[in-house]
């Protein structure tokens, strides 16, 4: 017997989430839905569904950064496929998403056909990529986007708490680790991103931000 498929909504907005619950729910035979509103959220749900066959990930959810959790995610659960559902529909967020590990792209504003088609598409072990958007060759990644997509989940999951600001001890913590581990995987994040402190690595990793505005926050340096 077929196991029924599992799936994760990663959306902090109720009423789109509410909107997938009811599209999936109609569409596919019992499916067993999880959703998350925040990448912390997320986490936890990964942890304890590892097994899941499908996240639809929006990438605005909030401590996202950009497409770094798309990132971290692909790196740490490669069996997940992973569908970016953004309001941002522009060909170059989804020649990034698709190059940064993504199964498939669906935008906001799809119709329910479309969404379920791409999804059949996604767990078929296709790709799907929206109307208009079917050659993404010419999308290629900048040298750091790069270099930050090639860091292992565990340094990614590290460069992204100092984006959020917690500092060595705090991070040692949350991670179960020591103050010493956390420098020595600091230390290979900044040789295989070419810096040299925390700040410089976080303003790289702006670079995979959706609008990639630098951050201008001042964060410990190592």
């Not at 959306?11 to 959703?35: C, G, I, K, Y």
């Not at 565990?154 to 991070?171: E, P, T």
């Not at 600091?186 to 990793?205: C, D, E």
Request: glycine share 4%; proline share 5%; with cysteine.
């Amino acid at each position: 017997m077929l196991q029924p498929l599992k799936i994760i909504i990663a959306d902090d907005h109720p009423l789109f989430r509410q909107a997938l619950v009811n599209t999936l729910t109609t569409q596919f035979d019992q499916p067993m839905l999880f959703e998350a509103e925040t990448v912390t959220a997320l986490d936890e749900i990964l942890t304890q569904h590892q097994d899941a066959d499908l996240l639809l990930l929006d990438l605005n959810i909030p401590n996202a950064h950009g497409f770094n959790t798309l990132v971290n995610i692909r790196n740490s659960y490669p069996h997940i496929g992973i569908v970016v559902i953004s309001g941002q529909e522009d060909k170059v967020t989804v020649g990034k998403a698709m190059s940064f590990g993504a199964a498939g792209f669906i935008p906001k504003s799809s119709s329910v056909e479309l969404m379920v088609k791409a999804i059949n598409a996604v767990m078929a072990g296709r790709q799907w990529t929206p109307p208009g958007c079917e050659d993404l060759s010419a999308i290629t990644l900048d040298s750091m986007s790069s270099k930050i997509a090639s860091l292992s989940p565990r340094q990614h999951k590290i460069l992204m708490m100092f984006a959020d600001g917690l500092l060595n001890k705090q991070i040692a913590y949350e991670l179960g680790l020591s103050e010493a581990t956390i420098k020595a995987h600091a230390s290979a994040i900044f040789l295989k991103l070419g810096v040299h402190t925390r700040t410089q690595a976080v303003i790289a990793m702006s670079q995979l931000y959706l609008d990639k505005t630098p951050l201008t926050a001042e964060v410990e340096q190592v």
